[in-house]
């Protein structure tokens, strides 16, 4: 829930880097989420208003965990796009960020392994 937390509080933060850990488990606690927001809303009879609103309040902090990983695979923030790309864009941009991040420092900052 930390690392959860960690995203939600750093929502603008476009730099830097972030390791496999913080963004997998953001992922892994948006799911659920997503998923009882939807539950909640077929059993009070309203369509996509709740897992709208929370999809709109994590936008920014899921696109700056993003970028923050890829920049831990030390590739640009631009790589995100590259998922706009049907089929085998989301793929390769899965695979970007199940990537180990580059040991040491690298055009992006510190490795954050060596903080954690």
């Not at 995203?7 to 476009?14: E, G, I, R």
């Not at 996509?48 to 990983?69: D, E, K, M, Q």
């Not at 998922?83 to 900052?109: A, Q, Y």
């Amino acid at each position: 829930m930390n690392w959860y937390l960690k995203v939600l509080k750093d929502y603008v933060n476009f730099q830097g880097r972030a390791r496999r850990k913080e963004y997998w488990m953001y992922v892994l606690i948006s799911i659920p989420i997503i998923l009882v927001l939807y539950l909640l809303e077929s059993l009070i009879g309203i369509n996509g208003v709740l897992t709208f609103v929370y999809s709109l309040a994590v936008l920014l902090p899921g696109l700056g965990v993003i970028v923050r990983r890829l920049h831990d695979t030390d590739r640009s923030g631009w790589w995100i796009l590259i998922g706009l790309v049907p089929f085998v864009g989301s793929i390769i941009l899965i695979v970007f960020l199940c990537l180990e991040g580059t040991p040491g420092d690298n055009r992006f900052g510190s490795n954050p392994k060596q903080f954690a």
